[in-house]
């Protein structure tokens, strides 16, 4: 049988089984009819050998040498059902149980078969999408009773899978009330709410419509790759094409990375020099619920729709006006939504580069000036480089540069701030670290043709010829999305006490990845392309021997943060690589700073206890981990608004407590708050920290660093 043979005949088998009403597809008359609108999905030769080629990658160039077997494919299964129906709120019971025949045969088809469960699977789905979106709808014909005493759980992800029919009918009518008693709390008129439902909803079942074929083998292959580490990944050709495009820097947008998760399209991060970075207001995590062109357009509801035409609604001409309606990030279901207008712009590659100030402590009668220089990120400008522009950028020339300015200006100690710092260029990590360290070895790298090689690569100071920039009182503040680069760099610091680290852990991203364009791999006949594959070839390592990766760096001084540590970073993934150790390498450490930093903790701690500031910013991540841990709301319109009230009058409390302990007037309303009235509590805490260290050295007068060599 020819392959289009076979993909033939699997079609009318699926649709004899819809006509069947078999389990897997079906329970009602009513939903035979969803399955047999279902456009009919099949995976073409070009992806069956791309698959084949992936996987063959997996196996001999991942850093793990992963095994494409039984034990993979049941990971997958588990990932991809996650990845379709997180919040479970579309398949059944029956469903999952008759997905469990692919088990242990997803690695089989990868490697050589045809890929057709992985679209029956998808067909199950999406005649399960079709049937909810299509219930949906009949909920629409008339207004719901918002005075009911029932609780909306939004969160399903660890609720067991609907048993019927029924049982999901029941999930979904509270998910419409839902929709709508957000927007009624708006004041919106019954006719608007059915209005802009309906079309979202509609929309949903016309985007459906829309999947083709590499969206699900995009779909399938991304979520393979992601159950063998969080940062190996396949993209689409055309997804290829935005990755380039986004990383390049060259197009006109809002400067944002956007990614879908739930139905809502998530702000994953703010792109420096970017107009939302210039702006402010929008903040990762965020999730966008409408987007609006000009100041006077219309708000298109984006809820459910696909990634890629939420990105071409946002991009635009330069100079002109987008309009984001969004659900501030950890809020739950029926918080008031904000709107954030932003003017497209290029992202501007000289904002992106590290930037200095000084912070004034007065502290014994005295005025200290404690630098402060902004690294966001580990860029260098290769192209000039290779063209022999001896005047090319890096972060380690800004940053040497802005040393010798800040200290012709007479500071008393300096802070890095890497927070959000996601990494960049080895070759930079290595260089700015030699600023602070005497010659001496960075950082380790173990690659997957060395996995089994002791010891490890060394990469050292790549300028030991030169002098430190700097020697005097140092600390790097990081948070939990420093990562990578920012991880090597803050973990040499650490390792040769040459400074306190002072924050949060950070990410916990010690791998090392590598892109492939697999176009290189097969000839082509047509324009489609066959995308590219990233994947985790290497491994970081301190110079101690000690991984980066999923513990990341522990703070010497932990400071207070509204990142969860339990959300984000590496060992959330519950398949991230692990932590691990190799052979320490020889270096030369300072003195341990074990008894200054007990010292500084101790300030610090004391400190704290009387800063309004930082009294403030430990009852806002209090409020915040209570929302984040709601998993319910309540469908009576009265006390979802009574809620909400007491919500903002406790946080105008917060804010009035604040001011009046810092001798400044009350507010009457929230929306009287300047932005200029808050303070920077980690970067203040930090700067009074060094301000320590710089007392302690003016007393002490002992060098910041002596050489001591271990074995």
């Not at 999408?129 to 719901?144: C, G, H, Y």
């Not at 207008?341 to 004034?360: F, M, N, P």
């Amino acid at each position: 049988m020819t392959v289009s043979e076979h993909r033939r005949t699997r079609g009318l088998a699926i649709a004899l089984l819809a006509l069947l009403s078999l389990p897997a597809l079906s329970n009602t008359p009513g939903e035979v009819s969803a399955a047999a609108e279902t456009q009919f999905l099949f995976a073409e030769q070009r992806h069956e050998n791309i698959a084949e080629l992936v996987a063959q990658f997996i196996q001999k160039s991942h850093y793990n040498h992963v095994a494409v077997n039984d034990e993979l494919s049941s990971k997958v299964l588990d990932f991809y059902i996650e990845n379709l129906d997180r919040n479970r709120m579309y398949l059944l019971a029956s469903d999952i149980e008759y997905f469990e025949r692919y088990r242990y045969q997803l690695d089989d088809i990868v490697k050589s078969k045809p890929l057709d469960p992985v679209y029956e699977i998808f067909e199950v789905y999406q005649t399960r999408v079709r049937e909810r979106l299509n219930f949906a709808l009949t909920q629409l014909e008339s207004e719901p009773d918002y005075n009911s005493d029932a609780d909306y759980q939004f969160d399903r992800s660890e609720e067991p899978w609907a048993e019927n029919t029924a049982a999901l009918d029941a999930i979904w009518k509270q998910r419409v009330v839902n929709d709508a008693l957000s927007m009624a709390l708006e004041d919106e008129p019954w006719e608007k709410i059915q209005e802009v439902l309906g079309k979202r909803y509609t929309g949903f079942l016309k985007r459906l419509d829309q999947v083709n074929n590499d969206d699900v083998f995009e779909r399938f292959m991304n979520t393979f790759a992601h159950a063998v580490d969080p940062h190996s990944s396949y993209l689409s050709p055309r997804n290829a094409d935005e990755y380039r495009i986004a990383m390049s820097l060259s197009y006109v947008g809002i400067g944002a990375t956007l990614q879908t998760e739930d139905d809502y399209v998530r702000i994953v991060n703010i792109i420096r020099g970017g107009p939302a970075d210039f702006d402010g207001q929008l903040k990762r995590d965020d999730r966008i619920t409408a987007v609006s062109q000009g100041l006077e357009g219309e708000f298109v509801d984006v809820i459910g729709w696909r990634l890629v035409d939420v990105v071409d609604l946002i991009r635009g001409p330069k100079e002109t006006v987008v309009r984001l309606q969004i659900i501030p990030a950890n809020s739950i279901p029926g918080t008031p939504k904000e709107i954030v207008t932003l003017t497209r712009g290029a992202v501007k590659l000289e904002e992106q580069a590290a930037k200095s100030d000084i912070i004034k402590v007065p502290r014994e009668g005295r005025e200290w000036s404690i630098g402060v220089i902004e690294v966001p990120g580990f860029y260098r400008d290769y192209r000039a480089l290779t063209n022999g522009d001896a005047d090319y950028t890096s972060v380690t020339r800004d940053v040497k540069r802005l040393i010798g300015e800040l200290e012709d200006q007479g500071i008393d100690g300096l802070v890095i701030d890497m927070r959000g710092n996601g990494g960049g260029h080895l070759t930079e990590a290595t260089a700015l670290s030699g600023l602070f360290i005497d010659n001496g070895p960075i950082v380790q790298l173990r690659n997957s043709i060395d996995v089994k090689r002791s010891p490890p690569q060394r990469l050292d100071d790549p300028d030991p010829v030169a002098r430190v920039a700097y020697n005097g009182p140092l600390a790097v503040l990081v948070d939990r999305f420093s990562a990578s680069a920012s991880e090597i760099f803050a973990g040499a610091i650490q390792d040769y006490a040459r400074g306190v680290i002072i924050g949060q852990q950070t990410f916990g991203k010690g791998t090392v990845q590598n892109l492939y364009s697999l176009d290189q791999y097969f000839r082509r006949d047509d324009d489609k392309g066959f995308g590219q594959l990233t994947l985790t070839i290497g491994k970081y390592y301190r110079v101690t021997g000690e991984s980066t990766q999923h513990r990341g760096v522990l703070p010497d001084i932990t400071l207070p943060s509204n990142i969860d540590v339990e959300l984000v970073g590496e060992s959330a993934r519950e398949n991230a690589l692990p932590w691990d150790t190799v052979q320490s390498t020889r270096f030369s450490a300072g003195s341990p700073l074990d008894s200054t930093i007990q010292y500084l903790t101790s300030n610090y701690v004391e400190r704290s206890k009387d800063d309004p500031n930082y009294q403030y910013q430990m009852d806002r991540i209090e409020a915040g981990k209570r929302i984040r841990d709601q998993k319910t709301v309540s469908l009576n319109i009265e006390t979802r608004r009574q809620t909400r009230e007491k919500e903002l009058a406790d946080a105008l409390e917060r804010e009035n407590e604040r001011r009046m302990a810092l001798g400044m007037e009350p507010l009457e309303s929230l929306d009287d708050l300047d932005e200029d009235d808050f303070i920077d509590v980690q970067l203040d805490q930090a700067a009074k920290i060094v301000t320590d260290m710089a007392a302690m050295r003016q007393v002490d007068k002992t060098p910041a660093q002596t050489a001591q060599v271990l074995p």
